[in-house]
């Protein structure tokens, strides 16, 4: 007999006259005759209360079932007498698969998030992050829905790449050489010999991805409108809240777009993916409106009712610098705007989300298209409350002489980008793209404020256990 899940069990109008469920004991307590037990299978936040009786013909083991304990109940659907709940199910059989000790560390009281992430194999069966982690499905397949209803393909860009997409250096290096005593190369004999590159695996220095755009470009060259989603990685050596070593990004790309199409595309992409998780996941997001975040359901609402704000960066910098707050870092043309500039914008100026754009070409990567007044390139953030910049795009440089001349300036290799010169060569057109972290887009629908927290499993410096 299948199984059946506690949120089905729950939304049913009807009572099921045989019901198999499965799952772990959050509480139990005793009655006279019989015990109380309420069950969680992790289909959603609510359990569901089992009766067991003294008629069960292990009654004294059910007796001594323990916080975190697994079992099988067999029994039937019947009206709840209780507060807050429509169904309970009075028990005909209780089989128990395992006996959690006394030591389980996740008991009935509220644990911190710094103690939970020590256990991160156990922290899913908490409230709050079976709640964070059944938004984070929900949110990948709402992404995939918006795409694949748009018509776009989805592609799989590599997660080894032999490129720096973003020119930063903050890269993993991918090797089977011997570490140890790795092959080195002729020309320098002694201690400070170059390691010889060409006997590793590919042949030459390989690394973990930072973004798929540069190949997502190709593909958007040849099939017009697509997209990727998937892992990409960042040694940047920071403890913040907002930085992860590994973490997800939706990098959709488009063919005959320009800067302002991908803006319309990036607001009605957030818009979107907001009110699916307001609509499909309302009692996991009540629980982080009440405990997480009071303001929660008005930045959300706000989100999804409100254009987005269009600022040009020549009009944010003036705005930043005589609106009286004083901030940590400088405000000046020519600087990137940093989180506590983006946020002061999103959160104290104009109170909604802020879409900036045409950045100085000086601060932004190669591949942005520069604009007319050869100053700025067709670049945009979108900025959003509580976490600034959610979304980084722009239009692709198209032309092949100006291409060239930014990698120069910028010192990007042609000869190992040559692929990439030859999109430019064979059918150029007009187009453009943006990438979302995915952790950041988590962060923002439950009120959650750290990264690490919304990552099932974290990796940031020094830690990669589990």
Partial sequence: MKRNRINALLSSEQPLPSVLIKGWVRTRRDAKTFSFIELNDGSCLANIQVIADDQLDNYDSVKKLSTGSSVCVRGTMHDSPGKGQKWEIHATEVIIINMAPDDYPLQKKRHTDE??????????????????????????????????????????????????????????????????????????????????????????????????????????????????????????????????????????????????????????????????????????????????????????????????????????????????????????????????????????????????????????????????????VAAMDVIVPRIGEIIGGSQREERLDVLESRMDVCGVSKKELWWYLDSRRYGSVPHSGFGLGFERLVMLVTGITNIRDVIPFPRTPGAIEF
């Fill in 115 to 376: 103690f939970l992430r020590t256990i991160s194999h156990l922290r899913p069966r908490t409230n709050k992050y079976g709640a964070a982690f059944r938004i984070r499905s929900r949110l990948s397949y709402a992404i995939h829905q918006y795409f694949q209803e748009r018509g776009f393909t989805y592609i799989h860009t590599p997660i080894i790449t032999g490129s720096d997409c973003e020119g930063a250096g903050e890269l993993f290096q991918v090797t089977a050489l011997d570490l140890d005593n790795p092959p080195r190369k002729d020309e320098k004999p002694g201690k400070n010999q170059k390691i010889d590159y060409e006997a590793d695996f590919f042949a030459r220095q390989a690394y973990l991805t930072v973004s798929g755009q540069l190949e997502a470009e190709m593909f958007a060259l040849a099939l017009s409108d697509i997209y990727t989603f998937g892992p990409t990685f960042r040694a940047e050596n920071s403890n913040t809240s907002r930085h992860a070593a590994e973490f997800w990004m939706v990098e959709p790309e488009m063919a005959f777009c320009d800067l302002a199409e991908d803006m319309d595309y990036a607001q009605d992409f957030i818009k979107f993916l907001v009110t699916d998780i307001m609509e499909n996941c309302a009692q996991d997001l009540d629980l982080f409106a009440r405990f997480v975040d009071k303001n929660l359901t008005t930045t959300l609402e706000n989100i999804t009712s409100k254009e987005f704000i269009r600022l040009p960066y020549t009009e944010a910098i003036p705005l930043l610098k005589n609106c009286g707050k004083k901030f940590a870092y400088e405000v000046f043309f020519g600087a990137d705007l940093q989180t506590e500039h983006e946020r002061f914008l999103a959160e104290e100026h104009f109170k909604q989300p802020v879409i900036i754009y045409d950045y100085p070409k000086t601060i932004k990567p190669f591949y942005m298209r520069v604009n007319d007044d050869d100053k700025t």
